[in-house]
Nanobody, 130 residues
Framework: VQLQAFGGGLVRPGGSLRLSCAAS????????IGWFRQAPGKEREAISC????????YTESMKGGRFTISRDIAKNTVYLQMINLKFEDTAVYYC????????????????????????WGQGTEVTVSS
């Protein structure tokens, strides 16, 4: 089981990027895939998850429409579309297999515990700078 995250780069505030998470050794109908990020000096935080049925969930702080998770079954790849990027979005972005298939709380927000993940991608760096 392997995940490879790519697509990061340098972008100006207000810009957009689409990150990709290519899966190998398993198919997307077997494991949910979560996207995370870790900014310098901060803890890793979850953004979103897409489950084996294609259902999508976001953490409460990441709702608002700037982040959209999707997948292409044929390419076995999960995407994270990011728009209207801000300085504070600068971080290394990771994808991981969610062993609990994207649990959510009573409000429908993605609920995560960093202990519940299997394979992690290597991370792709996003820098938002003018």
């Amino acid at each position: 089981v392997q995940l490879q995250a790519f697509g990061g780069g340098l972008v100006r505030p207000g810009g957009s990027l689409r990150l990709s998470c290519a899966a190998s050794g398993f198919t997307l109908d077997m494991d949910g895939i979560g996207w995370f990020r870790q900014a310098p000096g901060k803890e890793r935080e979850a953004i979103s998850c897409i489950n084996t049925d294609g259902g999508t969930y976001y953490t409460e702080s990441m709702k608002g429409g700037r982040f959209t998770i999707s997948r292409d079954i044929a390419k076995n790849t999960v995407y994270l579309q990011m728009i209207n990027l801000k300085f504070e979005d600068t971080a290394v972005y990771y994808c991981a297999t969610d062993l609990l298939n994207c649990p959510y709380d009573y409000s429908g927000n993605y609920y995560y515990n960093l202990k519940n993940y299997g394979a992690w991608g290597q991370g792709t760096e996003v820098t938002v700078s003018s």
